[in-house]
């Protein structure tokens, strides 16, 4: 089974853009959650979605946005971009809300 | 979610086993304990989790204290390919606790000749 995927790999931006991050999760994973990971914060929640639906949410600015489409696939928008937005975002899959999550290889961002 | 606490790192000989340790003493009874493991700048990697009962699969082994307070991870024969940093996590096991991972800072294992 291919695991979850995510597009592009490297990513450069300004500040004041926007961006849009891809994860394809494992085939048959209902559910997708992003994490942000930087040097100063280390790995933090940010969003889950199941069903197309947010379920929970983590601690950060609005600027920060997904949502799921019905083939279970996953978006994350940062508008607004700021430095430290600069970081590597992470998706994670798994088959329902208590199953083990699996990651993907995720997305560098590096604001300039 | 139940706060751990890990040593923030480790050495072990190539070859040797390493022996992982981590409290979670405020566990609850309906939360799982998880492993997880990051090698430089790819995603986390999963490796196995408990609930109550030892737990062994191809790469690790995991062995939970009867109060369940703390738990270790073993790596019966480590490699240099196993130097990463390594989490433990403990986690809700129902649906409406919400399906989040909160990552503590780990534990960083350097495997050497």
């Known amino acids: 089974k291919a695991g979850v995927t995510q597009t592009p790999r490297y990513l450069i931006k300004t500040r004041g853009q926007q961006v849009t991050l891809s994860c394809s999760p494992i085939?048959?994973?209902?559910?997708v959650s992003w994490y942000q990971q930087t040097p100063g914060q280390g790995l933090q929640f940010l969003f889950e979605?199941?069903?197309?639906?947010?379920?929970n949410k983590g601690n950060f600015p609005g600027r920060f946005s997904g949502r799921q489409f019905s083939n279970s696939r996953s978006e994350m928008n940062v508008s607004t971009l700021e430095l430290g937005d600069s970081a590597l975002y992470l998706c994670a899959s798994s088959m329902d809300r208590v199953e083990t999550q699996y990651f993907g290889p995720g997305t560098r961002l590096l604001v300039l | 979610d139940a706060k751990t606490t890990q040593p923030p790192s480790m050495d072990c000989a190539e070859g040797r086993a390493a022996n992982l340790p981590c409290n979670h003493s405020t566990i609850s009874g309906n939360e799982y304990v998880y492993w997880y493991r990051q090698i430089h700048s790819q995603g986390p990697q999963y490796i196995i989790h408990?609930?109550?009962n030892n737990e062994t699969n191809e790469m690790a082994s995991l062995i939970i204290t009867e109060d369940r307070k703390s738990s270790t991870l073993i790596l019966p024969h480590a490699t240099l390919r196993d130097t990463a940093v390594y989490y433990c996590?403990?986690?809700?096991?129902?649906?409406?606790?919400?399906?989040?991972?909160?990552f503590g800072t780990g534990t960083q294992l350097k495997v050497e000749l």
């Open positions: 085939s048959g994973h209902r559910s």
């Open positions: 979605y199941f069903s197309e639906t947010q379920r």
């Open positions: 408990g609930l109550k």
């Open positions: 996590i403990v986690r809700v096991a129902f649906t409406g606790g919400g399906n989040k991972l909160t």
